[in-house]
T-cell receptor
Framework: DTAVSQTPKYLVTQMGNDKSIKCEQN?????MYWYKQDSKKFLKIMFS???????INETVPNRFSPKSPDKAHLNLHINSLELGDSAVYFC???????????FGDGTRLSIL | QKEVEQDPGPLSVPEGAIVSLNCTYS??????FMWYRQYSRKGPELLMY????GNKEDGRFTAQVDKSSKYISLFIRDSQPSDSATYLC?????????????FGKGNQVVVIP
């Protein structure tokens, strides 16, 4: 059973489009995260939700909007995609804030 | 100065050698320290988690934290080719009304058979 699952695994789309990435965890964790990993493998936190409440909101363009319909899901919607948005986006979850995180296998986003 | 500094490597060692990795940080509020291993095209997986200064051992892995020097280390004994991966340090701090979380850039390790 996959603990943290992201869909889709690959996303190829054109500049200017709007797309969503979904994340679900079946670990019963309270905290979920979105990260961006660039081509140099640098992993940067974007958002974190604890019990559906936003607790980390890093400096990210407001074209990126997270949504947490319940504790087990954290989706990421991106408007007006740009070339610089090409990266691997990772979802993660943890039992609580400051606890070790379990990562999904990433969504590889390529902007044409 | 970056919040978390980690030399990206790559680091090549012969099989059986000890791998030594480290990170330095500038934010003294960090209290929780983690090491993750990431294989190609996979998500990071947790190796070690600690929240106090000192050593923590788990099998061939030892994590060291020195809060006074703002320095953390990961040692891998008897390294195997399967240890070839990117290793990321991470740290977090509970802050009033928010939470601070930062990763190092990752250190690529290659263990040569």
């Amino acid at each position: 059973d996959t603990a943290v699952s992201q869909t889709p695994k690959y996303l190829v789309t054109q500049m200017g489009n709007d797309k969503s990435i979904k994340c679900e965890q079946n670990l019963g964790h309270d905290t979920m995260y979105w990260y961006k990993q660039d081509s140099k493998k640098f992993l940067k936190i974007m958002f974190s939700y604890n019990n559906k409440e936003l607790i980390i909101n890093e400096t990210v363009p407001n074209r990126f909007s997270p949504k947490s319909p319940d504790k087990a899901h954290l989706n990421l919607h991106i408007n007006s995609l740009e070339l610089g948005d090409s990266a691997v986006y990772f979802c993660a979850s943890s039992l609580g804030v400051n606890q070790p995180q379990h990562f999904g296998d990433g969504t590889r986003l390529s902007i044409l | 100065q970056k919040e978390v500094e980690q030399d990206p490597g790559p680091l090549s060692v012969p099989e059986g050698a000890i791998v030594s990795l480290n990170c330095t940080y500038s934010n003294s509020a960090f209290q929780y320290f983690m090491w993750y291993r990431q294989y190609s095209r996979k998500g990071p997986e947790l190796l070690m988690y600690t929240y106090s200064s000192g050593n923590k051992e788990d099998g061939r892995f030892t994590a060291q934290v020195d809060k006074s020097s703002k320095y953390i280390s990961l040692f891998i004994r008897d390294s195997q080719p399967s240890d070839s991966a990117t290793y990321l340090c991470a740290m977090s701090a509970p802050l009033r009304g928010n939470n601070r979380l930062a990763f190092g850039k990752g250190n690529q390790v290659v263990v040569i058979p």
